[in-house]
């Protein structure tokens, strides 16, 4: 049995020696990242409704709307974050890069709701209304709201697939330790999120929220150095492109080759690969 991995390659560009690289060690430093976006992102999410009515004095529906935008854009940039990580970066970057984001995003939260300046005055016992956070309170906001999404959404898509990555599919025994890590991947998840909507929502509403949030900045500062030190322990699979791109591709080349005539012998159309299954060519689309 080969010593080292076909298809993946050290911190420096050599084939992966399995003595040296892979396996669960790494693995688990990947699902230290996961566990504490989990617990960043529900920590934000669950209980914010509450923080834009009470504190920035938002009417119900607007902080409602703002709490659902925020979870759909986390997921949504998980397009965003695939497609970089497809494409240009690699795994190991991406997840570097947007986690540090999301560190910078809740960090900025964690001053959004420490400092009076940068919230309205509380409600006062003589008017009947409260004020309003003003556009600079809120964009501080915003900007701390979508940095965090930014983070979640860029690095989610890309911590599975680099765990993944630890493991040799070709090798029984680290195909089968794959599966025990998906399986260990969503325990995780589901750890960071009840710790979220538990601990973290007690926090914010008994002690600080400023503490709260301090506490998921510090945490993701935290799984990141350690990250970081499994860098000379990780596989790096190299990337095959997007999806995206490459049926981009396909369109482009068939506009610029719709004017084209058609060999008589249709058969010089596929490439010589007689072991593939041939699809007959049609005018129609099915």
Not at 96 to 115: D, M, R, S
Not at 173 to 195: D, P, V
Not at 256 to 268: A, G, V
Request: overall charge positive; some cysteine; aromatic content about 10%.
């Amino acid at each position: 049995m080969s010593s080292t991995v076909a298809d993946a390659v050290d911190c420096k560009g050599y084939p992966a020696d399995k003595s040296k690289t892979g396996g669960w060690v790494p693995a688990v430093l990947i699902l230290g990242i996961e566990i504490v976006e989990r617990l960043s992102t529900m920590g934000i999410a669950v209980n914010l409704v509450t923080y834009l009515g009470g504190i920035m004095h938002l009417p119900s529906t607007t902080s409602a709307n703002t709490v659902t935008d925020f979870m759909g854009t986390s997921f949504l940039l998980c397009l965003l974050g695939g497609f970089l990580a497809d494409s240009f970066l690699g795994r190991y970057n991406t997840i570097a890069i947007f986690a540090i984001i999301q560190t910078l995003g809740t960090g900025l939260l964690a001053l959004t709701t420490k400092l009076p300046s940068l919230r309205p005055p509380p409600c006062s016992p003589h008017h009947a209304s409260c004020k309003q956070a003003n556009g600079f309170q809120m964009g501080i906001l915003y900007l701390a709201l979508y940095l965090t999404a930014l983070g979640t959404g860029g690095l989610k898509s890309s911590v599975s697939g680099f765990g993944t990555d630890q493991f040799d599919e070709k090798d029984e025994k680290e195909k089968s330790q794959m599966a025990y890590f998906f399986n260990r991947f969503f325990f995780f998840i589901s750890i960071g999120t009840l710790t979220a909507v538990t601990v973290l929502v007690y926090i914010q509403d008994e002690v600080v929220r400023s503490v709260a949030y301090g506490i998921c900045s510090i945490s993701m500062l935290i799984a990141l150095l350690i990250f970081f030190s499994g860098t000379r322990r990780f596989r790096y699979k190299k990337s095959s492109g997007s999806p995206i791109v490459q049926i981009f591709q396909v369109i482009v080349a068939a506009v610029k080759k719709r004017n084209l005539n058609m060999p008589y012998n249709l058969d010089m159309l596929y490439e010589d690969t007689p072991e593939n299954l041939r699809i007959a060519h049609t005018d129609q689309f099915r």
